[in-house]
């Protein structure tokens, strides 16, 4: 289940996108140049940074890498010494055996008392199946909002700028990624924007 994450991102960029778009050209390229270009003209004719599914990716990659270096934290912190004075704590530990070599209720404990009592797993296997989940879900989301794209759709991803009642712009940082993107978008295709009136 796990690796159906890199699969469906795969998937997503190399042969949804340009099947949606028409033409193999508009898929991903191979390599780090190609790849940055891509981003950014998807970016430009998207604007995938304000869509909640993008967003649902970027907190499953950074919150799965956080909570791995808490969990990482935790564990390490109360590990459970099995031998004594200079011998390394890892002599303790004999591969495949059945007691854990951490103190779980202790790391529990902590946590608990840390953020508070029910943000803490005291379950092994359910917190390991939440580390799991957590990126997986999210890049499932990323690789769907850009599977909508490709076929243009556009909707969740908040392009309009604020207006009040009074129908005056209420200038705000998605109009700045707005003028951006135009700008990005006609340097992409020249050819196609010979008078940019949207930049006018």
């Known amino acids: 289940v796990a690796f159906s994450a890199p699969v469906l991102a795969a998937t997503a960029v190399f042969l949804v996108y340009p099947i949606g778009q028409g033409?193999?050209?508009?898929?991903?390229?191979?390599?780090?140049?190609?790849?940055?270009n891509f981003m950014l003209v998807f970016q430009a004719e998207h604007n995938i940074l304000?869509?909640?599914?993008?967003i649902l990716g970027v907190a499953g990659v950074f919150g799965g890498s956080l909570f791995s270096a808490m969990h990482g934290s935790l564990v390490t912190s109360s590990l459970l010494a099995e031998t004594g004075g200079d011998v390394s704590l890892n002599v303790g530990y004999n591969f495949g055996q059945e007691d854990e070599t951490y103190s779980i209720?202790?790391?529990?404990?902590?946590?608990?008392?840390?953020?508070?009592?029910?943000?803490?797993?005291?379950?092994?296997?359910?917190?390991?199946?939440?580390?799991?989940?957590?990126?997986?879900?999210?890049?499932?989301?990323?690789a769907l909002g850009v599977s909508t794209m490709a076929f243009n759709l556009n909707g969740l991803n908040f392009n309009q700028?604020?207006?009040d009642s009074s129908r005056h712009l209420?200038?705000?940082?998605?109009?700045?990624?707005?003028?951006?993107?135009?700008?990005?978008?006609?340097?992409h295709e020249r050819n196609?924007?010979?008078?940019?009136?949207?930049?006018?």
């Open 23 to 36: 033409s193999f050209s508009d898929g991903m390229p191979l390599g780090i140049s190609g790849t940055f």
């Open 50 to 54: 304000m869509h909640p599914f993008h």
């Open 192 to 200: 196609a924007h010979n008078f940019p009136l949207d930049l006018a």
């Open 161 to 163: 700028s604020i207006i």
């Open 105 to 142: 209720s202790a790391a529990h404990g902590y946590f608990g008392r840390l953020i508070f009592q029910y943000a803490s797993f005291n379950n092994s296997r359910s917190l390991h199946f939440f580390l799991g989940a957590w990126p997986v879900i999210g890049i499932w989301f990323t």
């Open 170 to 187: 209420i200038n705000s940082w998605a109009d700045i990624v707005n003028r951006a993107d135009l700008g990005m978008e006609v340097m």
